[in-house]
């Protein structure tokens, strides 16, 4: 599958994605290779950016604990930043991250939602179905979907988050008296699944491991460049 160029291309995409019905994905009842893949772009400038801007990505698989394989890539944007189509800008970048890994990770989350999503297809669910990896979204806020914030002194409570009568995702506290973080059911995930790997991999800190280290990795490569 290659990545659309145009926004009517993309939501015939997102359309077709959302409709398809791939067989659920189950944790294993052992440690998981769980990677995280982040792109950033070049300071400076205003506006949502434009097409060809430097971007930056980095990837890395974490097992119990401890990062197993990471890798950075320089790349450019495939688009400007628009609602609810960031696999125009963001998804060329992120397939080459996850393919510059090692191992491949049996898991992937994505600073991207999935199902909560105007056209149920977000760019977490666009990924996995390229890469033919499950993937879980893990964002700051939902996108369209709603619900109360859970429990704020328990570091492992969750709310559903719902687009109207659906659960496409929960809020997560990873970290206690801290904002919760928006865990979104994504390629062959379900809300649950996603919400239980989510914590699988929470440390001290909000972000998930997996995806903090590939954040950090993209981060440091553009400050580097």
């Known amino acids: 599958m290659r990545w ?6 993309l939501s015939a995409v997102q359309a077709e994605l959302a409709s398809a019905s791939p067989d659920p994905w189950q944790a294993p009842n052992r440690g998981l290779d769980v990677g995280g893949v982040f792109v950033c772009f070049g300071r400076g400038g205003s506006g949502p950016g434009a097409r060809g801007d430097d971007g930056w990505g980095g990837a890395a698989v974490v097992r119990r604990g401890r990062t197993t394989a990471s890798a950075t890539v320089r790349g450019v944007a ?12 963001d998804g060329p970048l992120l397939e080459l991250s996850a393919q510059a890994l090692g191992p491949t990770p049996e898991l992937i989350l994505v600073n991207a939602t999935g199902r ?41 409570a969750t709310a559903p988050l719902r687009l109207g009568s659906e659960v496409v995702g929960y809020w997560v506290r990873t970290r206690a008296d801290c904002r919760p973080l928006a865990v979104h059911a994504a390629w062959r995930t379900s ?34 460049s």
């Open 78 to 89: 495939g688009g400007p930043y628009r609602s609810g189509y960031l696999a125009l800008r």
């Open 191 to 224: 809300p649950e699944t996603a919400r239980e790997m989510v914590l699988s991999v929470a440390t001290n800190n909000r972000t998930p491991e997996p995806l903090r280290e590939a954040r950090r990795l993209a981060r440091t490569a553009r400050s580097s």
């Open 4 to 9: 659309p160029t145009s926004i009517a291309e």
């Open 116 to 156: 909560d999503h105007p056209r149920r297809a977000g760019l977490a669910l666009h990924l996995g179905a390229v890469l033919g990896i499950p993937t879980v979204g893990v964002t700051h806020r939902p996108l369209l979907a709603g619900g109360d914030w859970p429990d704020s002194s328990n570091r492992e």
